[in-house]
């Protein structure tokens, strides 16, 4: 139903930026939340944020809030991540997820996933 492709990983130092983005093939892209993960080694694969159907909401780990912005263009059928004032800590394989609810936050939660882009933040 959705297949979805990240890209715009790379490396960075920290305190810089970067900017993730997700494309997703199907006609369907406006029904599904949108949520991205990370998962850093020897770590589970954790939740960094989701947003709403059309934008409208977002919700976002407590160690990314004020640095990581979340948003979609459902015309263009992309969700993007911006990464600001990154940090070591935030280096990991950065998956984009959908799901057809709200306030998931959990990596068994989402139906449709990524291949995954990887972060390193260098210090």
């Known amino acids: 139903q959705v297949q979805l492709v990240e890209s715009g990983g790379g490396l960075v130092q920290a305190g810089g930026s970067l900017r993730l983005s997700c494309a997703a093939s199907g006609r369907t892209f406006s029904r599904y939340v949108m949520g991205w993960f990370r998962q850093a080694p020897g770590k589970e694969r954790d939740f960094v944020g989701a947003i709403s159907w059309r934008g409208g909401s977002l919700y976002y780990v407590d160690s990314v809030k004020g640095r990581f912005t979340i948003s979609r263009d459902n015309a263009k059928n992309t969700v993007s991540l911006q990464m600001n004032s990154l940090k070591p800590e935030d280096t990991a394989v950065y998956y984009c997820?959908?799901?057809?609810?709200?306030?998931?936050?959990?990596?068994?939660?989402?139906?449709?996933w990524g291949q995954g882009t990887q972060v390193t933040v260098s210090s």
């Open positions: 997820a959908a799901n057809s609810f709200w306030y998931k936050t959990s990596w068994n939660e989402y139906e449709y």
